[in-house]
């Protein structure tokens, strides 16, 4: 499972794959719960879910409940490219609880750390420059 924390402060954000053995910590929570930071390797850090995706690529929707992927008509929001006013059309997404189908997670910070992200994480902003190396 991929785990993507943003930091608002920042503007940056940084992914990290979990082991399946620290999966365990994640299923079951909903998107709006909050979740200390060590359990992702951020240590100090207290973070909130805010959505996710499944291995098809299917969206996580706060206002479906359940683990499940279902078809919903959509007018707007997560799922839905905005098609026209007044349009709506039938949309797959996943419901709001992390279940083992669930591949990326999307994080926000809520309470901040003693130590900054990116020392946590040095790979993640080293992996700004692969640009630059390409050029080279």
Do not use: W
């Amino acid at each position: 499972m991929k785990i993507v924390i943003s930091e608002k402060k920042t503007g940056k954000s940084y992914g990290i794959d979990l082991a399946k053995d620290k999966d365990s910590a994640l299923i079951g929570k909903k998107i709006g719960d909050k979740l200390e930071g060590g359990a992702v390797g951020a240590e100090g850090y207290e973070l909130e879910i805010t959505g996710g995706s499944d291995s098809s690529g299917f969206p996580m929707r706060r206002d479906v409940s359940g683990p499940r992927r279902v078809g919903v008509i959509l007018n707007s929001g997560t799922g839905f490219r905005k098609l026209g006013k007044g349009v709506r059309a039938k949309r797959n997404v996943r419901g709001n609880i992390i279940s083992d189908q669930i591949v990326q997670v999307n994080t926000k910070v809520v309470t901040a750390g003693s130590k900054p992200l990116e020392e946590i994480f040095p790979k993640a902003a080293a992996g700004e420059g692969k640009k630059d190396e390409k050029k080279k």
